[in-house]
């Protein structure tokens, strides 16, 4: 079946690391993208990539990295920077058709320990 | 900057009732409407899609529509039960040069035996 897999399901952080979240997708996909979600805030954008080797910045991207080296894999780094990171992760892709809708994830639960 | 609001925040409903979700956009220029279902602690499963030259979409008990013009969708939701307890998420693509998901911040529905 074609789908996004993001590991770990969960994922803990000691403070002054980096991690970094995996998001992988058969669907053939051209854009990609992570969205992080705090209770009682909607989705917000932190980087998406439209084609490989491109990506762009969304809304929070100040303490997080990403790399687009593969059409099927899209990793997000959250650094020591980010001085909130405890949060729900989503990874996204969509076709590069804007008729197209997203298909989601199922998520990473971060968490500074 | 385009906003999405999700009216009400959460919803109690005994089984069996229809009910209806709100969702409004501030700006009328997107590409389509997508109505998203989330459980808690998962991600986030596609409900509807609708473009932005049709005014409805239905699946089984789920019916969402889209006024464009006046930037207002609704997801009507016939004999609920309680497996539709979740949090109901609409996301416009926009019509700016990125064209990505705005999100709302969600509806909670609770659909209680």
């Known amino acids: 079946d074609g789908g996004i897999t993001q590991s770990p399901k969960y994922l803990f952080r000691k403070e002054g690391q980096n991690v970094t979240l995996s998001c992988e997708q058969n669907?053939?996909?051209?854009?990609m993208y992570w969205y992080r979600q705090d209770p009682g805030q909607g989705l917000r954008l932190i980087y998406y990539?439209?084609?490989?080797?491109?990506?762009q910045k969304g809304d929070i991207a100040e303490g997080y990295s990403v790399s687009r080296e593969k059409k099927e894999s899209f990793p997000l780094t959250v650094t020591s920077a980010q001085k909130n990171p405890t949060a729900f992760y989503l990874c996204a892709s969509s076709d590069r058709d804007r008729a197209y809708g997203y298909t989601f994830g199922s998520g990473t639960r971060l968490t500074v320990v | 900057k385009q906003e999405v609001t999700q009216i009400p925040a959460a919803l109690s409903v005994p089984e069996g009732e229809n009910l209806v979700l709100n969702c409004s956009f501030t700006?009328?220029?997107?590409?389509?409407l997508q109505w998203f279902r989330q459980d808690p602690g998962k991600g986030l499963t596609s409900l509807l899609l609708i473009q932005s030259s049709q005014r409805e979409q239905t699946s089984g008990r789920l019916n969402a529509s889209l006024d464009k013009s006046s930037g207002r969708s609704t997801l009507y939701i016939a004999a609920s039960q309680p497996g539709d307890s979740a949090t109901y998420l609409c996301?416009?693509?926009?019509?700016?040069?990125?064209?990505?998901?705005?999100f709302g911040k969600g509806t909670k529905l609770s659909v209680k035996p």
């Open positions: 669907l053939n996909h051209d854009a």
């Open positions: 990539s439209q084609i490989v080797n491109d990506f």
């Open positions: 700006d009328s220029a997107i590409y389509n």
């Open positions: 996301a416009v693509r926009d019509g700016g040069s990125q064209g990505n998901l705005i």
